[in-house]
């Protein structure tokens, strides 16, 4: 507590950093990763295609994709793009097949329901099997935001900065108040993007509350 009443500008700051390298990429990806899934469950024979590639993405050491984005992207290596770039891609092979498991799980009769009563292609996708897979990708999507938010720190070591700057300097120079009040930060983040999630996901499914007050 000694050291974070000294410098808990500097935490807020890094924190503030954190929640964008970590956040913007988890909104892109989830976006992304809506076509992608439709995809897979629109025509059978691109769902293990979508699974493996977007699975073989999730592979690659956080590390190397962050080394590589400058490359790739044309940006310098300090650049928090890089990190969003390639956060937005973990996001994307996280989420792919959550969305196309998701869309999958709605029943086959609701499909026909909506489809009878006039609700066809993108209206139905966004209308009707969308809102019903929410339980399903809000699932996934929490899975992702921790995800993000732990992989991110590892960006501290190619000099971008946000809170894994307090995990390396204060194990490099042995200052436990500073290391605490990294690990600290980092998890209330995670909870704080967790929780958010799951409020999102109960707006988004009011008849779901209905339903539990009911019973």
């Known amino acids: 507590m000694e050291w974070l009443a000294g410098h808990w500008r ?24 809506v076509p992608l899934g439709w995809v897979a469950k629109r025509w059978g024979r691109a769902y293990p295609v979508v699974v493996t590639t977007t699975g073989l993405l999730y592979t690659v050491p956080s590390l190397a994709l962050f080394v590589v984005m400058p490359l790739v992207l044309g940006t310098k290596i300090l650049d928090p793009v890089n990190v969003v770039v390639a956060m937005t891609v973990y996001t994307v092979a996280l989420m792919a097949r959550t969305v196309a498991d998701g869309l999958r799980a709605v029943p086959d009769h609701v499909e026909q329901a909506a489809t009878a009563m006039g609700y066809k292609g993108l209206r139905r996708l966004f209308g009707v099997e969308l809102p019903l ?10 899975v992702a935001a921790v995800s993000n938010v732990s992989i991110v720190s590892v960006a501290s070591i190619i000099g971008v900065s946000q809170l894994g700057d307090l995990l390396i300097d204060g194990y490099n120079r042995v200052i436990w108040g500073e290391l605490a009040t990294g690990i600290v930060a980092t998890v209330v983040l995670a909870l704080a993007l967790d929780a958010l999630i799951v409020l999102g996901s109960r707006m988004l499914t009011p008849w779901r509350r209905a339903a539990g007050g009911h019973a």
Request: proline share 6%; glycine share 12%; aromatic share 2%.
């Open 10 to 33: 500097d935490v807020l700051d890094l924190g503030a950093s954190h929640l964008y390298l970590a956040g913007v990429p988890l909104v892109v990806g989830l976006v992304l990763s």
């Open 133 to 142: 897979a929410v339980p399903v990708i809000a699932a996934g999507l929490r």
